[in-house]
């Protein structure tokens, strides 16, 4: 049986399952919580020929009826408009109605994009999220964001649709390239930092989680999708200035802004710019007086212990400090104009402050570019 978590959102709270096994059973276990056993399933053109049979066998077993199987290119750029737009005409044409439950099998790509047309087809169909990578698994499957990108930025225009199931189904992990299985572990590190506990965990047990064993996974999609429940649960739609879904950005403004300068050209994967974000921002840490040089050294020895690039030098192409800055200063998660970092006190202990001085982190990048 299947590790089981609840995400508290009241009449719209859903339950994630974890472990091996769930595609061959996924008709049995989403059925009793959707209006029909009517389905179409979105995924990429990598995920499709891996997984779908499995899926599919798992949805006719339990008598759903399957609508439409859509494939997009894989990659980032399908997150479009145009692509959306197909999608929506294609899933209509084969007759999708309000009681037909829009699937993801996929990546964060598929997650997101999948989400965002249950959103938005006949104003809100139900949803069902089977994430097929580490990333998916342990982030963007939980939490409700959806959207595709825009020439002016990334996920600027989506909706809130929370699933109403989430399976992350850790044998589809196996065929994951080791780069993205490690890419998505920064995130794991990440909420390890947040929660505490879940951080000891990860330095015993971190390098079995990139090998790929299977009781080491569970255990960090469960854990980690446990820390990201309670987040969204307190602040689903991240209206807490302080606290909250804001505290999800650790080692992120320095990670977006790598990111973005490296230009999403595939030298540097999301989880990659995250973990040297988040030695980025511990080390930050500790130069404001926050926590002791311990702090910045064990999250750097962690992420290089499990292949992870932990430090800006680690990556394969350089930055000024400029560019990284002015990435910085144009966050869309700043206020005021304000460069908003989340700092640590220790793991378990981390809050957001917009009040870092800007030498500060321009001392910071010139001493570790
Ligand atoms: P992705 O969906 O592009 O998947 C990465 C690659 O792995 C793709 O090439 C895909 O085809 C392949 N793949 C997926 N599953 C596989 C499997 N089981 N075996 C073999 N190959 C497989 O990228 P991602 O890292 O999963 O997600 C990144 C996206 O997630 C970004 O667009 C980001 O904005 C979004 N995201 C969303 C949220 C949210 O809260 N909604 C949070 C974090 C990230
Ligand atoms: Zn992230």
Same mark, same amino acid.
């Given at each position: 049986? $299947?590790? *089981?978590?609840? @995400?508290? %959102?009241? &009449?719209?709270?859903?339950?994630? =399952?974890?472990? /091996?096994? !769930?595609? +061959?059973?996924?008709?049995?276990?989403?059925?009793?919580?959707? $209006?029909? *056993?009517?389905? @179409?399933? %979105?995924? &990429?053109?990598?995920?499709?020929? =891996?997984?779908? /049979?499995? !899926?599919? +066998?798992?949805?006719?077993?339990?008598?759903?009826?399957?609508?439409?199987?859509?494939?997009?290119?894989?990659?980032?750029?399908?997150?479009?408009?145009?692509?959306?737009?197909?999608? !929506?005409?294609?899933?209509?044409?084969?007759?999708?109605?309000?009681?037909?439950?829009?699937?993801?099998?996929?990546?964060?790509?598929?997650?997101?994009?999948?989400?965002?047309?249950?959103?938005?087809?006949?104003?809100?169909?139900?949803?069902?999220?089977?994430?097929?990578?580490?990333?998916?698994?342990?982030?963007?499957?939980?939490?409700?964001?959806?959207?595709?990108?825009?020439?002016?930025?990334?996920?600027?225009?989506?909706?809130?649709?929370?699933?109403?199931?989430?399976?992350?189904?850790?044998?589809?992990?196996?065929?994951?390239?080791?780069?993205?299985?490690?890419?998505?572990?920064?995130?794991?590190?990440?909420?390890?930092?947040?929660?505490?506990?879940?951080?000891?965990?990860?330095?015993?047990?971190?390098?079995?989680?990139?090998?790929?064993?299977?009781?080491?996974?569970?255990?960090?999609?469960?854990?980690?999708?446990?820390?990201?429940?309670?987040?969204?649960?307190?602040?689903?739609?991240?209206?807490?200035?302080?606290?909250?879904?804001?505290?999800?950005?650790?080692?992120?403004?320095?990670?977006?802004?790598?990111?973005?300068?490296?230009?999403?050209?595939?030298?540097?994967?999301?989880?990659?710019?995250?973990?040297?974000?988040?030695?980025?921002?511990?080390?930050?840490?500790?130069?404001?007086?926050?926590?002791?040089?311990?702090?910045?050294?064990?999250?750097?020895?962690?992420?290089?212990?499990?292949?992870?690039?932990?430090?800006?030098?680690?990556?394969?192409?350089?930055?000024?400090?400029?560019?990284?800055?002015?990435?910085?200063?144009?966050?869309?998660?700043?206020?005021?104009?304000?460069?908003?970092?989340?700092?640590?006190?220790?793991?378990?202990?981390?809050?957001?402050?917009?009040?870092?001085?800007?030498?500060?982190?321009?001392?910071?990048?010139?001493?570790?570019?």
């Amino acid at each position: 049986t $299947p590790q *089981r978590l609840s @995400v508290g %959102l009241g &009449d719209r709270g859903y339950d994630v =399952l974890v472990g /091996p096994g !769930l595609l +061959a059973r996924a008709g049995g276990l989403i059925g009793p919580v959707l $209006p029909a *056993r009517k389905a @179409v399933v %979105l995924t &990429d053109a990598s995920v499709a020929p =891996l997984h779908l /049979p499995a !899926l599919r +066998a798992g949805l006719e077993a339990a008598g759903f009826d399957m609508l439409a199987e859509v494939a997009v290119p894989p990659g980032e750029a399908s997150k479009d408009f145009s692509r959306l737009q197909e999608v !929506l005409e294609t899933v209509l044409s084969e007759g999708l109605d309000r009681r037909t439950a829009v699937i993801a099998l996929g990546g964060g790509v598929v997650g997101d994009l999948a989400g965002f047309a249950a959103a938005v087809a006949m104003r809100g169909v139900p949803f069902v999220q089977i994430p097929t990578t580490l990333l998916a698994q342990v982030d963007s499957s939980v939490g409700g964001k959806t959207g595709v990108n825009l020439r002016a930025g990334k996920n600027l225009a989506g909706a809130f649709h929370q699933p109403r199931i989430v399976l992350a189904d850790t044998d589809t992990l196996a065929t994951l390239p080791a780069r993205e299985l490690r890419a998505g572990y920064a995130e794991v590190a990440k909420h390890g930092l947040l929660q505490g506990a879940l951080w000891n965990w990860c330095e015993q047990h971190g390098t079995a989680v990139v090998a790929g064993e299977s009781a080491a996974l569970t255990h960090a999609v469960l854990e980690s999708c446990r820390l990201k429940a309670a987040v969204v649960a307190a602040d689903e739609r991240e209206e807490s200035a302080e606290g909250g879904r804001a505290l999800l950005n650790l080692g992120h403004t320095f990670g977006h802004a790598l990111e973005a300068e490296a230009r999403f050209d595939g030298t540097v994967l999301h989880g990659e710019a995250v973990a040297v974000g988040l030695g980025l921002a511990a080390s930050l840490s500790a130069r404001l007086g926050h926590c002791s040089q311990e702090w910045p050294s064990r999250v750097i020895a962690h992420l290089a212990a499990c292949g992870l690039p932990s430090r800006i030098a680690d990556l394969p192409r350089r930055f000024t400090v400029e560019a990284l800055m002015g990435r910085m200063a144009k966050d869309k998660k700043n206020r005021d104009g304000k460069m908003r970092f989340v700092l640590m006190r220790a793991a378990g202990d981390c809050f957001t402050s917009s009040e870092v001085p800007a030498e500060a982190v321009t001392a910071l990048l010139r001493d570790e570019g």
